[in-house]
């Protein structure tokens, strides 16, 4: 299994498919990485908008605390001189002027009576006016409560400045309407102090009454002042359905078509018993919030296809030189395949050529039999044998009688003829493989015997005799017989030493010489060093 396995990974496709996994997992690995980063980047964000509002909550809850607590002294003061039967005009401007020079962001403090005039205020150009019509005087005007903080919807002053109101109720001692006290905020000095909070070029903070009227925007949008929030499906609608304290939110604002995160949170602490919460929000631009991310994540796809790109053509070389190695490879070894077959053709006529030769070297060419070269080394690799294995070795001598004059009367030609007919006839008689018949020079031929003793050598030599007599090849001018004949010397040993050889075909000569001697067309044996003797001619026909 593991054998396959290996295999599978090393072949084209399994390279492919280890790559693509790879890549896979590294796609992987950057998209939950990078999905990481945008949630990180989500939950950061809504902690810092969520601090920053918090910042604006506690400073308008600081400030709205400090209007509740003068108007609850204020009107604990009226009281007092009331029951005291004391007119308290002369010291309410004071207080009115020391309340609004002490709590920051607070333009005006007034007092209104029953009827909505101004009879003291921390800006004596209000003093005499009438704003009976206004909601910061109806609101406590229609209800009982003294300890309630009225919170008007933000309007248009009569000095001409953008604003909202928090107002309280003064009732006579006998529980009727007394007066109002009225706070007028100043947003100029509240954007000066919210300016701080604001730590992105595309980040914005708004302030809305609790119906939805916006009151203060930083920095300011093509939003007009006063304008209603709570449109269908609006981030603020949604937070107001939602009854919760704080949301974060997504969406799109009135005026823009940009994508935005907010965090809204609702300022209604039970100490300041409002009338009518107000809405703080702080927000972000998507685009602008997510822009690094967008980034990042162009970079990373860049270097990923990069990577992806470069790995998969790089294998892709790779593997296309590999192929054109491989069919080099196999060029190359049909091409070796192509010369070596060649060149065992080649080699087999150089072989053949070598054989032919060889033969021709130890091959007589008139005779077709062996030569005097082929029986020398025979002579001597048998002698050699037959002395390790203490076997006999014999040797035939054999001449064609008178010859000479066979030439001189018959012609070069018919000797030929004569030759080669003798040869073939004197080959056809020894039976074993391992003897051998060679032409010894001119009209000579000698026969090597090997394992043959001398009893055996002087048969085989008779029976060469008769098959030459046999032929009954003529030869008119032969003064022993009117027929081709041969003599035949026999010598025989068992080999003893290594220069041995050579005395054994000397005693076959010498053999030879006494087979002549004797009238010819006979054989005649010697052993070596011993004299030879010639053995009488077998009854039989002439010639």
Request: aromatic share 6%.
């Amino acid at each position: 299994m593991r054998d396959f396995v290996r295999r599978f990974f090393r072949s084209t496709r399994g390279e492919w498919l280890f790559l693509a996994a790879n890549l896979a997992l590294l796609a992987g690995f950057l998209a939950f990485s990078l999905l990481s980063d945008r949630r990180s980047i989500a939950h950061g964000e809504e902690n810092r908008l969520a601090t920053q509002t918090q910042v604006i909550h506690d400073l308008l809850l600081s400030r709205f605390s400090s209007i509740r607590r003068a108007h609850l002294n204020l009107q604990n003061e009226l009281h007092t001189a009331q029951a005291r039967g004391v007119n308290p005009m002369p010291f309410v401007e004071r207080r009115l002027q020391g309340f609004a020079e002490v709590i920051p962001g607070v333009r005006s403090m007034s007092l209104l009576n029953a009827s909505g005039a101004v009879i003291a205020s921390s800006r004596h150009e209000l003093i005499g006016m009438n704003f009976h019509d206004h909601s910061y005087f109806q609101l406590p005007q229609h209800s009982d409560d003294l300890a309630t903080l009225y919170l008007s919807p933000p309007y248009t002053t009569a000095l001409g400045s953008w604003s909202i109101s928090l107002s309280s109720r003064i009732n006579d001692a006998r529980g009727k309407l007394a007066g109002v006290i009225v706070s007028t905020l100043d947003p100029e000095r509240l954007s000066q102090q919210l300016q701080s909070v604001i730590y992105a070029p595309d980040m914005w903070i708004a302030a809305t009454h609790g119906n939805g009227q916006l009151f203060l925007m930083l920095p300011e949008l093509p939003v007009p002042r006063g304008h209603n929030l709570l449109g269908a499906g609006s981030m603020f609608q949604r937070h107001i359905e939602s009854s919760a304290t704080s949301n974060y939110l997504s969406g799109v604002l009135p005026g823009s078509d940009a994508q935005r995160v907010m965090f809204i949170q609702t300022l209604r602490a039970p100490e300041l018993h409002l009338d009518f919460p107000m809405l703080i929000a702080a927000s972000r631009n998507r685009e602008d919030l997510y822009a690094p991310w967008w980034r990042s994540l162009w970079q990373q796809l860049l270097l990923y296809s990069l990577l992806a790109g470069s790995s998969s053509l790089g294998l892709c070389l790779t593997q296309r030189r590999r192929r054109q190695n491989r069919q080099l490879q196999r060029a190359n070894e049909r091409i070796l395949r192509d010369k070596n077959h060649v060149l065992e053709e080649l080699n087999q006529q150089l072989q053949a050529q070598s054989n032919a030769l060889q033969a021709m070297a130890f091959r007589d060419g008139l005779t077709g039999i062996a030569n005097r070269r082929r029986f020398d080394e025979a002579l001597t690799a048998e002698w050699r044998h037959c002395r390790r294995e203490a076997l006999p070795l014999a040797i035939l001598m054999i001449d064609i009688d008178f010859f000479k004059r066979y030439n001189d009367h018959y012609g070069h030609q018919a000797g030929d003829e004569c030759l080669r007919a003798v040869a073939q006839t004197l080959s056809g008689k020894p039976g074993r493989a391992h003897d051998l018949l060679a032409r010894y020079g001119g009209e000579e031929f000698v026969c090597l015997l090997p394992n043959c003793d001398l009893s055996g050598a002087n048969i085989l030599a008779e029976a060469l005799r008769q098959a030459v007599a046999d032929l009954q090849l003529a030869h008119a001018d032969s003064p022993s017989a009117s027929c081709v004949t041969i003599s035949i010397g026999v010598s025989c040993c068992i080999p003893e030493a290594e220069e041995g050889a050579c005395a054994l075909l000397a005693a076959a000569d010498q053999a030879l010489y006494q087979a002549k001697q004797n009238g010819r067309n006979c054989v005649a044996s010697a052993l070596p060093g011993v004299t030879s003797t010639a053995h009488p001619l077998p009854p039989g026909p002439p010639c």
